[in-house]
């Protein structure tokens, strides 16, 4: 899987909207872009995944460049328990279904 | 709650002792993952399940270490002799094998080796 790169923190004020950037210059044709939180002391969340187009669910929007080298996750109001660890992944899936390779994060920090 | 369910969510044990950990994932998931992860990283892939065969192990997983999903249910980690270095979050992750690919996972159990 390819590697990404982020931020290691980003703060953000309670409702309005956390960007979370992401690079992937290396990521392949297969590959999507997987994001995941992870809240203090709890397991990773799955958020939102894309291969080119963007995608919005009830939780965030993906925005991937066209030349799929870096993607942005946007959280339309943050709120204070949008405060975690974001985590950017570049997932091929096949064989590989589940098996996710973690980077460092960002640490988004959603303050009043 | 039907989600992936850990337990103990906590251990601390003595140098040397044995641990087993119990995962019990969403009951319709194909696959099953262990992942490990220290204070300040993100986590970091062991070993991973299809039914009850064990299809991937990482090289993380020293010989100390076993797992098991002998009915392709729930699933054990254990960690004979634990070390000081043992000590971190494990989590359990289970998927489908088709069609939605995201990967739930479980609250984890903390180890503390003293």
């Known amino acids: 899987d390819a590697k990404t790169t982020q931020p290691p923190s980003m703060d953000c004020a309670e409702g309005r909207a956390a960007n979370l950037p992401c690079n992937h210059s290396?990521?392949?044709?297969?590959?999507?872009v997987y994001w995941y939180r992870q809240i203090h002391s709890q397991g990773p969340q799955y958020i939102i995944h894309?291969?080119?187009n963007n995608e919005t669910n009830e939780m965030a929007s993906l925005i991937i460049t066209e030349d799929r080298k870096s993607s942005t996750l946007i959280l339309p109001h943050a709120t204070l328990r949008d405060t975690a660890v974001y985590y950017c992944?570049?997932?091929?899936?096949?064989?590989?279904?589940?098996?996710?390779?973690f980077g460092q994060g960002t640490i988004l920090t959603v303050h009043p | 709650d039907t989600g992936v369910s850990q337990d103990p969510r906590h251990k601390i044990t003595k140098r040397g002792q044995n641990v087993t950990f119990r995962c019990d994932p969403i009951?319709?998931?194909?696959?099953l993952y262990w992942y490990r992860q220290t204070l300040g990283q993100g986590p970091e892939f062991l070993t991973y399940?299809?039914?009850?065969?064990?299809?991937?192990k990482s090289r993380l997983l020293s010989d100390r270490f076993s797992a098991e999903r002998p009915k392709g249910s729930f699933s054990t980690l254990e960690i004979q002799r634990t070390e000081q270095g043992d000590s971190a979050m494990y989590l359990c992750?289970?998927?489908?094998?088709?069609?939605?690919?995201?990967?739930?996972f479980g609250q984890g159990t903390r180890l503390t080796v003293v």
């Open positions: 992750a289970s998927s489908l094998v088709f069609g939605n690919t995201e990967a739930f």
């Open positions: 290396t990521i392949s044709g297969n590959e999507y």
């Open positions: 894309g291969l080119k």
């Open positions: 992944i570049a997932y091929a899936g096949g064989t590989s279904y589940g098996k996710l390779t």
């Open positions: 009951s319709e998931h194909n696959r």
């Open positions: 399940f299809q039914n009850e065969a064990q299809l991937e």
